[in-house]
């Protein structure tokens, strides 16, 4: 088992390494509660640990990866964005599922919880992101 690490610098975060199968979503919808409530937003958790399941998930199916690294930054005050990295190149497409069809529809999970998503290539694989408004107070 690999331990969740913490950025020392730059912008707040935590990462975790996990091996590419179904048992890892738990993991990282752990790793996802446990920083939105590190910094006092836990009340995104619910939204936080859906999107990482189907992120996760995604890449369990749709790559030949054997790990992946699970990613949450708090990029500002305002906005926290949730990784899934893996070294496959392909990127990811929303479904367009029928009635009938039991998948295809993560990724538009995905999009209706999130504030916005998308992925960003590199030279080793990609990372599949979305992002999550933190709410203002009152």
């Not at 935590?14 to 199968?21: G, I, R, S």
């Not at 999107?51 to 005050?77: F, G």
């Not at 929303?94 to 999130?114: H, I, K, N, T, Y």
């Given at each position: 088992m690999t331990a969740a690490r913490t950025t020392a610098t730059g912008i707040p975060g935590y990462t975790q390494t996990v091996p590419c199968?179904?048992?890892?979503?738990?993991?990282?919808?752990?790793?996802?509660s446990t920083a939105l409530n590190a910094w006092g937003i836990g009340e995104l958790a619910e939204a936080g640990t859906l999107v990482v399941s189907e992120l996760i998930t995604n890449a369990i199916d749709h790559t030949p990866c054997r790990l992946v690294r699970v990613v949450i930054r708090r990029q500002t005050a305002e906005v926290v964005r949730i990784g899934v990295a893996d070294k496959c190149r392909a990127t990811p497409e929303p479904g367009r599922p029928?009635?009938?069809a039991e998948d295809g529809r993560g990724l538009?999970?995905?999009?209706?919880?999130?504030?916005?998503w998308g992925y960003d290539l590199h030279r080793w694989g990609k990372i599949?992101?979305?992002?999550?408004?933190?709410?203002?107070?009152?």
């Amino acid at each position: 088992m690999t331990a969740a690490r913490t950025t020392a610098t730059g912008i707040p975060g935590y990462t975790q390494t996990v091996p590419c199968v179904p048992e890892s979503a738990r993991r990282a919808r752990i790793l996802v509660s446990t920083a939105l409530n590190a910094w006092g937003i836990g009340e995104l958790a619910e939204a936080g640990t859906l999107v990482v399941s189907e992120l996760i998930t995604n890449a369990i199916d749709h790559t030949p990866c054997r790990l992946v690294r699970v990613v949450i930054r708090r990029q500002t005050a305002e906005v926290v964005r949730i990784g899934v990295a893996d070294k496959c190149r392909a990127t990811p497409e929303p479904g367009r599922p029928d009635d009938q069809a039991e998948d295809g529809r993560g990724l538009l999970l995905v999009e209706s919880l999130s504030w916005r998503w998308g992925y960003d290539l590199h030279r080793w694989g990609k990372i599949v992101w979305a992002e999550l408004r933190v709410p203002t107070s009152c």
